[in-house]
């Protein structure tokens, strides 16, 4: 099983001032870990680092014990990131969207058309298979995202803000997806704000004035 590990990790912009300074975290499979923290204190930032999106300043970055590398290294690693904004390509339809990451990291089609369907129905999204991600709403794109993570099957799935645009009832369908994933062996990271959701996990890193503290731990 693929834990994420960081340690002594500096994080920061081209030359600007540091994000997050000496964070040293564990993500281990089988568990939930909430990334808290307000709006800028870096929660993406430390989910970028975990995804090999942003190489670290300093310290060492580790999946199942070995340096993590770029991003492709980490997609090939099963690192999964369900990003902020979705990542979707608004042109193309729910279904389309995650049939060609499936395949893109290595599924067959058969393996794309079922692992597609599965996601879409877990979200509640099998009546969208086949529109288009802009004629979606805001909510429906996001849980769209979340079959897209799901359908993947990662070791590490790394889930930034995916409750952010969700009602209640959905809100807790993906929290239930979300621990799915961990029982199933995945290593998953939830950067939220929403205190509900953090509540749900099984450990709290919270980030505040550049520095990560466990708020559970
Ligand atoms: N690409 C970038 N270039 C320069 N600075 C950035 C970049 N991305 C983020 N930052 C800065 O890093 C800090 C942390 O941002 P980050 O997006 O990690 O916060 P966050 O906790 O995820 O916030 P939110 O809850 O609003 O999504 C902010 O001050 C932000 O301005």
Redesign the pocket.
Known sequence: MTSVDLASVDL???T?EP??RDVTVSARPGEVLA?T????????????AMAGL?APRSGAVTVAGDPLGDRDAAVGRGVVLIP?ENGLAAILTAAENISVAVIATGGSPADARRRTADALAAVGLAGQANQLIEELSGGQQQRAAIARGLALRGEVVLA??VTSELDAANRQKVLELLRAEADRGATVVL?T?DPEAAAVCDRELH?VDGAATWARG
């Not at 923290?37 to 970028?48: E, H, I, M, N, R």
């Open positions: 920061g912009y081209g600007g994000v997050l990334i923290g307000t709006s800028g204190a870096g929660k993406t930032t430390l989910l970028s942003l902020q930034d803000e950067a704000h980030l």
